[in-house]
T-cell receptor
Framework: GAGVSQSPSNKVTEKGKDVELRCDPI?????LYWYRQSLGQGLEFLIY????????KSGLPSDRFSAERTGGSVSTLTIQRTQQEDSAVYLC????????????FGPGTRLTVT | GENVEQHPSTLSVQEGDSAVIKCTYS??????FPWYKQELGKRPQLIID?????GEKKDQRIAVTLNKTAKHFSLHITETQPEDSAVYFC??????????FGTGTRLTIIP
């Protein structure tokens, strides 16, 4: 079946512009995560959605970052007034839920802020 | 919140030798411990996981051991091959809390 998909795969934007990154999780997956990965670095947690619970936003680095998940499915990560340090690969992942369920990652969106 | 430490950050081993990566965690309620492998330019993928009611799990050349008392778990790769070269991430979860990742280990297999 279809895996986690993300769009766009690559995004180049000018400093100060807003960007929206999209994630389509696997159908039926109630948990959805956003991570940021800079070149050669680890997985920086951004935000976690689990079912109808309030999202865990503890990883968002600043108020320029926000995310929504509509209808328990598609999620959008928005970065306002982009800065050069926002350049990274943004990974989305989904799972059937918490507990012992495997987390599946999308291919990522490579964001470059010039 | 959960704190996960992973060591070493880089590891080089001769092809055919074994590699061991260790993670420690802080939350005693944690009950799920997966390991992910990320090859260069690709997305992380699950390679093995263990639950808190099990002390060891094997899958061919890879194994994971868990010491709940000491709050640490380790990934063991035996008879390493060039295709094992990648970044490995441990992770920890307690119930429905978010999955918390370690900082990663870059493993290089020397032919």
């Amino acid at each position: 079946g279809a895996g986690v998909s993300q769009s766009p795969s690559n995004k180049v934007t000018e400093k100060g512009k807003d960007v929206e990154l999209r994630c389509d999780p696997i159908s039926g997956h109630t948990a959805l995560y956003w991570y940021r990965q800079s070149l050669g670095q680890g997985l920086e947690f951004l935000i976690y959605f689990q079912g109808n619970s309030a999202p865990d936003k503890s990883g968002l680095p600043s108020d320029r970052f926000s995310a929504e998940r509509t209808g328990g499915s598609v999620s959008t990560l928005t970065i306002q007034r982009t800065q050069q340090e926002d350049s990274a690969v943004y990974l989305c992942a989904s799972s059937l839920g918490g507990g012992f369920h495997e987390q599946y990652f999308g291919p990522g969106t490579r964001l470059t802020v010039t | 919140g959960e704190n996960v430490e992973q060591h070493p950050s880089t590891l080089s081993v001769q092809e055919g030798d074994s590699a061991v990566i260790k993670c420690t965690y802080s939350d005693s309620a944690s009950n799920y411990f997966p390991w992910y492998k990320q090859e260069l330019g690709k997305r992380p993928q699950l390679i093995i996981d263990i639950r808190s009611n099990v002390g060891e799990k094997k899958d061919q050349r890879i194994a994971v051991t868990l010491n709940k008392t000491a709050k640490h778990f380790s990934l063991h790769i035996t008879e390493t091959q060039p295709e094992d070269s990648a970044v490995y991430f441990c992770a920890v979860r307690a119930g429905n809390e978010k999955l918390t990742f370690g900082t990663g280990t870059r493993l290089t297999i020397i032919p």
